[in-house]
């Protein structure tokens, strides 16, 4: 920071919470680590962001919880895995990026200690994929699944559990791929004791108290607070919705049509609930047919294999039973899958979002429950022309986009906010928001630019003039252009937004603004 004045309980605390993630270098350094819950809301008090009313001090102590505390474990946060300047997850390019930039961080650390060295396998920098004990620990070398790291955005709308699933054995909360990926109740808010049992500890042995700390009831909440306010908090409604691409606003249609794409029955309004419920439901889609992986641990049963002794379920069609669960997997919401490739719990689809929608006329799709539902829903195979996943992925291409800048829109006002308020003072967390909002426009330009021909020429170049605007602020020396670079840049934005359509209208979480 500049030249706030701090509280001197908090000052230390302040500078290690107000922090960026340092993509460039030491991304999750445990400076804070050490902090109490109470010490993080003290410091969020002297937070602009929590003082001009832009975030709660709950939101911001969450924050600092999720990217800096690494419960006395391996190096590792939250933040590890879910990085901010990468959609809260980690892929090829990422980790391609990190290994040269930082080969040390705590992500590797399973190269680092030899007592680590199962913790995950070497498709961590070959597939992305990390190491999962989902049905338990008691069989380490042959009990476990390797899965692609889902993003943590939107939660607020996607974790309450369909019925239609039944009510026995099914959590309290839809988490994980297969919606069950938290212990106890199976809530949100027990997730990150998971994880960290998961994913923090020192020793393969996994005891609270040695290999690592346990979260206090307070970290519990606080963390929950953060993770309720990512992303958006509320849902579309896409027969309201007009694109100004033809091509996609056909997309969309085909995308609500049920004799064509009937994407809308799964993913209602392109988010992650079933158009039956409005809420989380786990289908059989069969996904665990087609892994990446070649270990083992890639034959994935899905939900309901903790309390199963002996594999229950022939998961690729070996002609026996190799995994554990029933097969099905929680549904995630479209919008934010656009550019978070791979696709599905093996990252085994993709690159792109139209190798995801063509999948659906795979007979991997066609032959498995969730298909042969739809099939007797309708009354016919699920069947759309190619040209119809072009216009699906067109549709659902401006969606994500419009996701993206709106993100970089929220972060860019507050940054405005800030800068009004307190000048050159806190001049790195305005810095740090302009930056965020920079990695949100380059999403949104290779969202747009990538998939047959590509979306809103126009748009990206005001969005690309947004960029030029960023940057030069980021180069001001004085308080007054930066204010000046910011103003002009939310205006290219909102012209380059205004060009996609009518009523892609999302409501953003506050802690969007916490890094």
Same mark, same amino acid.
């Given at each position: 920071m500049s030249s706030l004045i701090l509280a001197p309980i908090a000052a230390v605390a302040f500078l290690a919470s107000c922090a960026p993630s340092a993509p460039e270098g030491e991304r999750h350094?445990?400076?804070?680590?050490?902090?109490?819950?109470?010490?993080?809301?003290?410091?969020?008090?002297?937070?602009?962001?929590?003082?001009?009313?832009?975030?709660?001090?709950?939101?911001?102590?969450?924050?600092?919880?999720?990217?800096?505390?690494?419960?006395?474990?391996?190096?590792?946060?939250?933040?590890?895995?879910?990085?901010?300047? =990468?959609?809260?997850?980690?892929?090829?390019?990422?980790?391609?990026?990190?290994?040269? =930039?930082?080969?040390?961080?705590?992500?590797?650390?399973?190269?680092?200690?030899p007592e680590l060295e199962e913790?995950?396998?070497?498709?961590?920098?070959?597939?992305?994929?990390?190491?999962?004990?989902?049905?338990?620990?008691?069989?380490?070398?042959?009990?476990?699944?390797?899965?692609?790291?889902?993003?943590?955005?939107?939660?607020?709308?996607?974790?309450?559990p369909d019925p239609a699933n039944g009510t026995e054995g099914v959590p309290v909360h839809r988490t994980g791929w297969s919606g069950d990926g938290a212990p106890g109740t199976g809530s949100l808010r027990e997730f990150l004791t998971g994880a960290i049992t998961q994913h923090l500890p020192t020793d393969p042995g996994r005891e609270p108290g040695v290999a690592f700390r346990l979260p206090t009831e307070e970290e519990l909440d606080l963390t929950l607070a953060y993770q309720m306010s990512l992303g958006r908090t509320n849902e579309l409604d896409l027969t309201q919705v007009s694109l100004t691409d033809p091509e996609a606003n056909e997309g969309r249609l085909a995308f609500l049509d049920p004799a064509r794409g009937r994407c809308n029955v799964c993913h209602s309004n392109a988010g992650a609930n079933h158009l039956d419920s409005g809420l989380n439901r786990n289908l059989d889609t069969g996904t665990r047919?087609?892994?990446?992986?070649?270990?083992?641990?890639?034959?994935?049963?899905?939900?309901?294999?903790?309390?199963?002794?002996?594999? =229950?379920?022939?998961?690729?069609?070996?002609?026996?039973?190799?995994?554990?669960?029933?097969?099905?997997?929680?549904?995630?919401?479209?919008?934010?899958?656009?550019?978070t490739p791979p696709f599905f719990h093996t990252n085994a689809f993709g690159p792109d979002i139209e190798g995801a929608?063509?999948?659906?006329?795979?007979?991997?799709?066609?032959?498995?429950?969730?298909?042969l539902e739809l099939e007797a829903r309708f009354g016919t195979p699920i069947a759309f022309p190619d040209s119809d996943i072009i216009k699906i992925g067109r549709f659902l291409r401006v969606l994500s986009a419009a996701f993206n800048v709106?993100?970089?829109?929220?972060?860019?006002?507050?940054?405005?906010?800030?800068? =009004?308020?307190?000048?050159?003072r806190g001049a790195d967390v305005q810095e740090r928001l302009m930056k965020l909002a920079e990695v949100e426009l380059d999403d949104a330009l290779q969202v747009l630019s990538v998939g047959g021909t590509p979306l809103h020429p126009g748009s990206r170049d005001r969005l690309q003039l947004a960029k030029a605007e960023i940057a030069t602020g980021l180069g001001a020396t004085r308080w007054s252009q930066r204010q000046g670079r910011l103003a002009a840049a939310i205006s290219r934005v909102k012209v380059a937004r205004d060009q996609f359509g009518s009523n892609i209208t999302y409501r953003l979480g506050k802690g969007n603004l916490m890094y």
């Open positions: 350094g445990a400076a804070s680590s050490a902090l109490t819950a109470q010490a993080r809301l003290t410091a969020c008090d002297e937070d602009p962001r929590v003082i001009a009313g832009l975030v709660t001090r709950e939101i911001c102590a969450g924050a600092d919880i999720f990217f800096r505390e690494t419960f006395e474990g391996n190096g590792r946060s939250c933040g590890t895995c879910h990085p901010v300047e =990468n959609n809260f997850t980690i892929d090829i390019p990422f980790i391609d990026t990190l290994i040269d =930039n930082n080969p040390l961080d705590p992500l590797f650390i399973f190269e680092q200690e913790l995950e396998t070497f498709e961590l920098k070959t597939l992305g994929l990390i190491r999962v004990n989902i049905d338990g620990y008691d069989d380490l070398d042959n009990k476990y699944v390797m899965r692609g790291v889902p993003h943590t955005l939107s939660m607020a709308t996607t974790i309450a047919r087609a892994p990446a992986s070649s270990t083992i641990g890639a034959f994935d049963g899905g939900f309901g294999g903790k309390d199963q002794a002996e594999p =229950n379920l022939d998961v690729i069609g070996l002609g026996f039973k190799h995994g554990f669960g029933d097969g099905t997997f929680n549904i995630p919401p479209i919008i934010e899958a656009v550019d929608v063509a999948y659906y006329i795979s007979n991997f799709f066609k032959e498995s429950p969730a298909g709106d993100l970089a829109r929220q972060r860019l006002d507050a940054a405005l906010v800030l800068v =009004n308020r307190f000048h050159d």
